[in-house]
Each structure stands twice: as structure tokens, then as C-alpha cells.
């Protein structure tokens, strides 16, 4: 097997899993609670400072069914019918009641992230429930709740979230068409890529360095400034190519994902490691690593989701974490037997 420097890649990283997680507003009563624990009470009062509003700023990579439902939530919004300041959190009774798994363990956590709706909150309490939230309040919380053994995550804002889902499950949708070798799909959205790429390109440039303008790039095709197309279409390889290329870029733009040198005590043996702050960045991690070592998906016989074929003949999404089955099977089992 090729030698891949992210297959060496370890987290010594816990995720703390709490049993209840609550949908909450501004004025609900969490944030009037007794709360015991000082830090969550620092949190919260920090939570109640965000005003964050859905930003979709991946409207060009969203799923049709994600977008539609952004513009619905968008117009509830200027409607009034609903806040912006919405939270998914644990209240302070339920924050002694939780489970751990470890991180390196979770090796489905990609693909189920993929399944999560954005704006559906109980798709995101149950996933919440098997392995944590998916992101915090990273920017204000993280040296509160998370340290380097552990990524306890207790709130989030909905908004927040569901911009970061929204992107993903794009992203995730790219992945396993390139895997996948959809090219019809592919070629749907073959500009926006080849533009990103262009664009990309043009920022590694030096300010001082004229870029010439209508030069067609070798991603192709297109020129970044009226978006003309300056050459004939790509070849599928070269299409299939773009869309790599383009997925590692967007790894590349995770906030916060750093990358050292650790040792393990047992045996003394070095090993890169990253710091990984949120599910986000470890499920982007898990896809990244997947996309270079060209691994196999396979739809899910109960679902109808894609999973890694770890193993020949696995018909069902694995399990998850702390659970000793997959529940795609089992409740295919089931199912089987009621007939
Ligand atoms: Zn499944």
C-alpha cells in the first residue's frame, strides 16, 4: 500500500456525549436556570451575545432540498415568525448525565453527518445524542469547554450550524460523485469548481505579479472576471482531477485545524496529530482521507446513505459509536421479520 502521510494521522481526542440535548431560545428558561457549574454559566452568558443570522455563503455548493429549506427559514425570519437566536444545548440538570467515545473510533462519522437536515432539530438531537455536537461556540467557547483531551461541546447556535451543514453536506455531495464517478452530476457544477480553482490559484500570486486576464487557467475553461468560457470542455479525467483538487482546497480552509508532531509514551514512536476542535474538522479529516486513498462507498441496504466498504460483503452503515451493532441492520432485520 502507498505510504500516505493523513493515514498516520492520530487523535488522542475523547468526545463527551450527553443524553439530553434541548432546543432553547433566547428567553427560555436555560438561561434564567440555577446553573451550578461555572463554566457553562460563562458560556451561556456568552451565547447570549450572538446574534448570528444563517449567512449561507455556500449557496453555489448546497444541495437543492438545503437551499430550498435556507429560503424558507430565511423568509420566517424576516417574517418574525421565527428567532435567529435559536440554541441546541444541554441545560445544566442534564450535564451529569453523559457517555465518551473516542474520536479515532468514530470511523462513520462522516457519512453520518451527511444525513443530518440542516434545520431539522431533531435530526441533529439524535445525532447530537450518539455523537455529541456537532460544533460549539468556537470562537468564544473553546478554551472554556474543550481541552486536549476532550471535546465537550454543550451549546451551539442553530444559525451557526446549519451554515457549516449546509457547506458540508455540498462538499460530501461532490465526494462521493467523484467517487462515485457521477459524471453527469459532475459536470453540473463543473464552472463553480473550475472558478474556485482559478480563484485560488490567483490568491497564491504575489500582489506585485500581473495576472493575466483572459489567459485561459489549466483548471480551464473559464476566466474569473465575466466568467466567459475560453475553452473547448474538459475531458472527464481532467473534470475528475478539478474536483480533487478542489476538495483538498476546501480542507485547506478548515479554521483551526492544526497539525504536530506527538509521541506515544508506550513505545516512543513519533506521529503527526491534530488538534481537532469540532466533529466538523474530523469528519472533513475522515473525507480527505478517504478522497486520496480512493476508497470504495457503497449505498446502505436500509437507508439508502453511502458508507465506506471497510469490508467485502458489509451491506449495511457500520455501527456506531458505543454500539456493538449497526442499527441500519438491525432494523432491516426487523423489518424483515414483521413481513
Ligand atoms: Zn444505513
Same mark, same amino acid.
Given at each position: 500500500m502507498k505510504s500516505i502521510f493523513l493515514n498516520d494521522v492520530k487523535t488522542s481526542k475523547k468526545v463527551k456525549i450527553y443524553e439530553t440535548y434541548s432546543v432553547y431560545n433566547k428567553s427560555s428558561r436555560l438561561f434564567r436556570a440555577d446553573i451550578q457549574d461555572g463554566d457553562w454559566e460563562l458560556l451561556l452568558l456568552k451565547l447570549q451575545t450572538v446574534n448570528a443570522f444563517p449567512l449561507n455563503?455556500?449557496?453555489?455548493?448546497?444541495?437543492?432540498? =438545503?437551499?430550498?429549506?435556507?429560503?424558507?427559514?430565511?423568509?420566517?425570519?424576516?417574517?418574525?415568525?421565527?428567532?435567529?437566536?435559536?440554541?441546541?444545548?444541554?441545560?445544566?440538570?442534564?450535564l451529569l448525565t453523559f457517555k465518551e467515545y473516542k474520536l479515532q473510533d468514530a470511523v462513520?462519522?462522516?457519512?453520518?453527518?451527511a444525513k443530518l437536515r440542516p434545520f431539522?432539530?431533531? @435530526?441533529?438531537?439524535?445525532?447530537?445524542?450518539?455523537?455529541?455536537?456537532?460544533?460549539?461556540?468556537?470562537?468564544?467557547?473553546?478554551?472554556?469547554?474543550?481541552?486536549? =483531551?476532550?471535546?465537550?461541546?454543550?451549546?451551539?447556535?442553530?444559525?451557526?450550524?446549519?451554515?457549516?451543514?449546509?457547506?458540508?453536506?455540498?462538499?460530501f455531495r461532490f465526494f462521493t460523485n467523484l467517487m462515485t464517478k457521477n459524471m453527469d452530476a459532475?459536470?453540473?457544477?463543473? /464552472? @463553480?469548481?473550475a472558478l474556485a480553482l482559478l480563484e485560488y490559484e490567483n490568491s497564491k500570486v504575489p500582489n506585485?505579479?500581473?495576472?493575466? @486576464?483572459?489567459?485561459?487557467?489549466?483548471?480551464? /475553461?473559464?476566466?474569473?472576471?465575466?466568467?466567459?468560457?475560453?475553452?473547448?470542455?474538459?475531458?472527464? =479525467?481532467?473534470?475528475?482531477?478539478?474536483?480533487?483538487?478542489y476538495l483538498i482546497m476546501q480542507f485547506e480552509n478548515i479554521d483551526g485545524v492544526v497539525l504536530k508532531m506527538d509521541f506515544d509514551s508506550n513505545? =516512543?514512536?513519533?506521529?503527526? #496529530?491534530?488538534? !481537532?476542535?469540532?466533529?466538523?474538522? !474530523?469528519?472533513?479529516?475522515?473525507?480527505? #482521507?478517504a478522497l486520496i486513498n480512493n476508497v470504495e462507498l457503497i449505498k446502505c441496504e436500509y437507508c439508502g446513505h453511502v458508507f465506506?466498504?471497510?469490508?467485502?460483503?458489509?451491506?449495511?452503515?457500520?455501527?456506531?459509536?458505543?454500539? /456493538?451493532?449497526?442499527?441500519?441492520?438491525?432494523?432491516?432485520?426487523?423489518r424483515k421479520k414483521q413481513k
Open positions: 455563503r455556500n449557496e453555489s455548493i448546497a444541495l437543492a432540498d =438545503d437551499q430550498m429549506k435556507w429560503k424558507e427559514h430565511k423568509r420566517e425570519i424576516e417574517e418574525g415568525t421565527v428567532s435567529t437566536n435559536v440554541f441546541v444545548a444541554v441545560s445544566d440538570m442534564n462513520s462519522l462522516y457519512t453520518e453527518l431539522y432539530s431533531k @435530526d441533529l438531537q439524535n445525532f447530537s445524542k450518539v455523537f455529541g455536537l456537532p460544533m460549539g461556540m468556537e470562537n468564544i467557547a473553546s478554551n472554556i469547554i474543550n481541552n486536549v =483531551d476532550m471535546l465537550d461541546t454543550r451549546g451551539v447556535n442553530l444559525a451557526n450550524l446549519n451554515d457549516e451543514l449546509i457547506r458540508f453536506r455540498g462538499l459532475l459536470r453540473l457544477n463543473e /464552472k @463553480d469548481v506585485n505579479k500581473e495576472q493575466p @486576464d483572459n489567459q485561459p487557467s489549466k483548471w480551464g /475553461k473559464y476566466n474569473n472576471n465575466n466568467n466567459e468560457i475560453l475553452r473547448d470542455n474538459i475531458t472527464d =479525467d481532467e473534470l475528475l482531477i478539478n474536483y480533487k483538487k513505545d =516512543d514512536s513519533f506521529f503527526p #496529530k491534530i488538534d !481537532f476542535v469540532n466533529l466538523f474538522q !474530523f469528519a472533513y479529516y475522515q473525507m480527505m #482521507k465506506e466498504l471497510a469490508y467485502k460483503g458489509r451491506r449495511f452503515c457500520p455501527p456506531l459509536p458505543n454500539r /456493538k451493532r449497526s442499527s441500519c441492520e438491525m432494523a432491516y432485520n426487523n
